[in-house]
């Protein structure tokens, strides 16, 4: 995996700008706003996530329909609203699973990719690859990842898989119930997911090697990550604070004082 990476890190010093540039600023960005301030907007976030899942069934799963996807984006986004518990507490499901088998399927990430042809990287001092070359490439490493991703899965024993069910099962159930806490500590490690990611980008396009680099130094890196998600939680819990409505006045509690108030203007009238 480490070697597709690197290639990757290579070819891409020789993609058009916009094909890093847009979305390494748009990651950025859109990170910064999740990690500290998702929760104030959760309800929008929710929907969101619920629209992209709807929309992808639609593509991918119904049908490759326009009116099919357009119905399954609005359906994805109103039952997201509606069960924000349960989209929050498969959210917190989804994350804890993607870092338990990133951390536990390590070793067999590294050498699932050993002995296979890689794509060869573009000439460093290069002519530029168009966008659409560009684009297609990123594809052919994407898949790739993804075909050693699933050899590694494959490699791993019972075990390790069993470890995952379980902290997936339990982090789902004890975000069902701590569903605010949870819908903080999501937003603040996907803000931070989508800050590394929008800062590697940059930094490729950058030709500063930054896959090798944070290969190099994986444990401090991935404690920097550690602090930004859990600094991002305590942030949001602190000041994305629901203000609460005052209750309404009931009938009996006016009656009195409407009474004080006619007696009142009566003897001083």
Avoid at 205 to 211: C, E, F, L, N
Wanted: aromatic residues 8%.
């Amino acid at each position: 995996m480490l070697d597709v990476l690197q290639n990757f890190e290579q070819t891409a010093t020789q993609f058009r700008a916009t094909v890093l540039l847009v979305p390494g600023v748009a990651a950025l960005l859109v990170g910064l706003f999740i990690w500290l301030g998702g929760l104030g907007l959760r309800r929008l976030l929710i929907a969101l996530v619920g629209a992209v899942v709807g929309g992808m069934c639609g593509l991918f799963v119904i049908g490759r329909s326009l009116i099919l996807t357009v119905v399954c984006t609005c359906l994805g986004a109103l039952f997201a609203i509606i069960l924000q518990r349960i989209i929050i507490a498969l959210l917190a499901a989804a994350l804890v699973a993607i870092l338990a088998f990133a951390i536990l399927g390590k070793p067999y990430l590294l050498t699932a990719g050993q002995g296979r042809p890689l794509s060869p990287p573009a000439a460093q001092n290069g002519p530029r690859l168009s966008v659409s070359e560009s684009i297609e490439k990123t594809k052919a490493y994407a898949l790739e990842c993804a075909s050693i991703a699933r050899r590694a899965g494959a490699a791993m024993p019972i075990r390790n898989w069993a470890i995952i069910a379980v902290l997936t099962l339990a982090s789902a159930a004890v975000a069902f119930v701590f569903w605010r806490l949870f819908s903080a500590l999501c937003c603040a490690t996907l803000g931070t997911m989508l800050i590394f990611g929008g800062m590697i980008l940059l930094l490729v396009w950058k030709g500063s090697a930054p896959i090798t680099g944070l290969s190099s130094r994986g444990t401090f890196y991935g404690g920097v990550f550690v602090a930004m998600a859990a600094f991002g939680t305590l942030e949001q819990l602190l000041l994305c604070r629901r203000e609460k409505k005052p209750a309404k006045e009931s009938k009996t509690d006016k009656q009195p004082q409407d009474a004080e108030r006619t007696k009142h203007s009566w003897r001083t009238s």
